[in-house]
T-cell receptor, first 111, second 116 residues
Framework: EPEVTQTPSHQVTQMGQEVILRCVPI?????FYWYRQILGQKVEFLVS????????KSEIFDDQFSVERPDGSNFTLKIRSTKLEDSAMYFC?????????FGQGTRLTVV | AQSVAQPEDQVNVAEGNPLTVKCTYS??????LFWYVQYPNRGLQFLLK??????LVKGSYGFEAEFNKSQTSFHLKKPSALVSDSALYFC??????????????FGTGTRLKVLA
């Protein structure tokens, strides 16, 4: 069964450093998303991506965040200068029809 | 604006008993509704969805959910709970009338604890 894969599964970084979270969506899907879940809290929408551009972003997705699809398969989320409050589980998702398929998540810990 | 409410932070139920995890929603049009489950240190796993048609939808692992338009609810149910059902459950809504983004809005999650 096709699945969304995310790497790394866990990343520890120092405050102020840049991180790139990687996702490989399901190959024929066209809509891609990043969500995050701060420990014990709800899953929050960050950004949606379609046709190689951002289609919607939340207020969380400020200038420190960026997304791109550098090679037509990978879908990346970059945080330019991490803050302690960026520590969370980050989920990538791709959509076919009415169903979103989520990756297993990357746990980002900023120290 | 779209929103989803899961009024219970935690639900405890004895193994073998029926379980209900509550969800209510607010969306302008006819909603697409979903339930996802999250096991510890794992991603979000799709359980079931309501798009249209029969108000009672059946999903994975014996779960079902009933769409009630008048009460704007989409409660998750299972006739007989298992200890292995213990997990975090998220209700989500998508407003199909919003163009382009197919954005999902998640509830705050309900932790289900099934006691042996």
């Amino acid at each position: 069964e096709p699945e969304v894969t995310q790497t790394p599964s866990h990343q520890v970084t120092q405050m102020g450093q840049e991180v790139i979270l990687r996702c490989v969506p399901i190959s024929n899907h066209l809509y891609f998303y990043w969500y995050r879940q701060i420990l014990g809290q709800k899953v929050e929408f960050l950004v949606s991506f379609y046709n190689n551009e951002i289609s919607e972003k939340s207020e969380i997705f400020d200038d420190q965040f960026s997304v791109e699809r550098p090679d037509g398969s990978n879908f990346t989320l970059k945080i330019r200068s991490t803050k302690l409050e960026d520590s969370a589980m980050y989920f990538c998702a791709s959509i076919e029809g009415t169903e979103a398929f989520f990756g297993q998540g990357t746990r980002l810990t900023v120290v | 604006a779209q929103s989803v409410a899961q009024p219970e932070d935690q639900v405890n139920v004895a193994e073998g008993n029926p379980l209900t995890v509550k969800c209510t929603y607010s969306v302008s049009g006819n909603p697409y509704l979903f339930w996802y489950v999250q096991y510890p240190n794992r991603g979000l796993q799709f359980l079931l969805k309501y798009i249209t048609g029969d108000n009672l939808v059946k999903g994975s692992y014996g779960f079902e959910a009933e769409f009630n338009k008048s009460q704007t609810s989409f409660h998750l149910k299972k006739p007989s709970a298992l200890v292995s059902d213990s997990a975090l459950y998220f209700c989500a809504v998508r407003d199909p009338t919003t163009s382009g983004t197919y954005k999902y809005i998640f509830g705050t999650g309900t932790r289900l604890k099934v006691l042996a």
